[in-house]
């Protein structure tokens, strides 16, 4: 797996900052989490990135990790749930058909969110039952969709662990049947044969991936953001490069993307290839503005003309540079924007009871006692006990602790 790094900090004025946006060194910036201070590493070998002055905390590896862009930093576009279930379900052609593990249903809800998958549930008679009970008692403890309002799952949450109203809800909700949108089949990379389908299929990932981690990981929708933005202002290039380099060919091309101009990439690629060979020279042939973010898709899709270099993974043969120009020359490519989740809460807060999920930040602060005992070296069900909370609420805070607290970091 390839060493994820953190590229953005906060400058002094809360605003967000890329690697690309500050010299090599000590910076003004600070983590986005601990707040510790922040210095640029901007070497030739290592992706361009920031370390903590002294300690790296936890959460920022844990932000980098978890919102690793799919068709960009990563080609892991599902994790392995969600894609076990999208194989078995096209095998067997039905939902009923496809034999249940753990972690499967919570697939569905993610690729759900995701619009990979259409889903329609059913619910017992005994959840009927329910419902009606709840409204004879107080009609305010159900809302518009007859499901629990937040009053009531503060009332059941006070009754933790003798009854646990959101498990014992989602047991009555089944899944009857689902569907796997076209629009999935067609963004495979099997099918991606232009710049136009690259850049469609990007779209389709970023806001599928955008929209599942509004579901699991909503803390970091505003550092996911500011990856994009910094992506928007990346241009896509093509350069031509001719010169005597003994067993490589003696013209090749290079294709990649940056935020700065063409011609600077230029002196400093030829300057980099200089160990290898003589009399280089470079041209700049192409450059696609907001297209940057497509590079490594173009670098997949032109695979076969690929040249190795020492290290350098982005210099290709000139077998279909006249395609290439064409497709530049022709393809309009705009900024890309993540998508509007205008139904509030996720669908999965929604189907029980509308409770979004706290950040790691609220979780502590509301049960910093908790947090306290577990720091202590206590265990999960003596702290429960002293506590006075259930043992799933203890395991959460304990989660929220690990990625928050800070370790010495290896880098």
Known sequence: MNTV???FGINAEGQWQSISEVPSGQTDLRCPWCKRALIAKKGDINT??????????????????????????????????EAQYLERRAKYGSHR???????????????????????????????????AGLKRLNSSWLDSSDRPTKALLELFKALEPIADLEYQWSRCIQIESTKIDRNYSKN?????????????????????????????????????K???HALNRQSLYVMRITGEFGELPSTFIKV???????????????????????SIKGEVLAVKECAGRLERLLHRLLSTDNLKIGTFTEFFTVDQLDWLLAQMDEVSVAEYMPPEITSGPSDMALRTGG?????????????????????????????????????????????????????????
Not at 49 to 78: K, M, Y
Not at 197 to 216: C, G, K, T
Not at 256 to 278: P, T
Not at 374 to 389: L, P, Q, Y
Request: some cysteine; overall charge positive.
């Open 5 to 7: 790094y953190l590229t």
């Open 48 to 81: 361009h990135h920031f370390s903590h002055n002294g300690q790296t905390c936890r959460i920022s590896q844990d932000a980098s990790v978890q919102t690793q862009l799919p068709t960009f930093d990563t080609f892991e576009l599902l994790d392995k749930h």
């Open 97 to 131: 058909k496809v034999y249940s593990w753990t972690g499967m249903d919570e697939a569905v809800d993610r690729l759900e969110m995701m619009r990979v998958l259409s889903v329609e549930r059913t619910t017992e008679s005994r959840l009927d039952d329910v419902r």
């Open 188 to 224: 495979q990379f099997d099918n991606l044969k232009t710049l136009s389908d690259l850049d469609r299929a990007q779209r389709y990932w970023f806001d599928a991936f955008w929209r599942r981690q509004s579901l699991v990981e909503p803390d970091y929708l505003e550092f996911m």
């Open 226 to 228: 500011q990856k994009f």
């Open 256 to 278: 990649g993307l940056s935020a700065r101009h063409a011609d600077l990439r230029r002196q400093e690629v030829i300057s980099s290839l200089k160990s290898f060979g003589k």
């Open 355 to 411: 409770r979004s999920k706290k950040t790691d930040a609220e979780l502590l602060a509301e049960y910093e006692h908790v947090a306290a005992l577990i720091r202590a070296g206590k265990g999960i069900r003596e702290t429960s006990r002293i506590a006075g909370c259930s043992v799933n609420t203890v395991q959460k805070v304990k989660a929220a602790s690990l990625r928050v607290h800070s370790f010495q970091s290896s880098t």
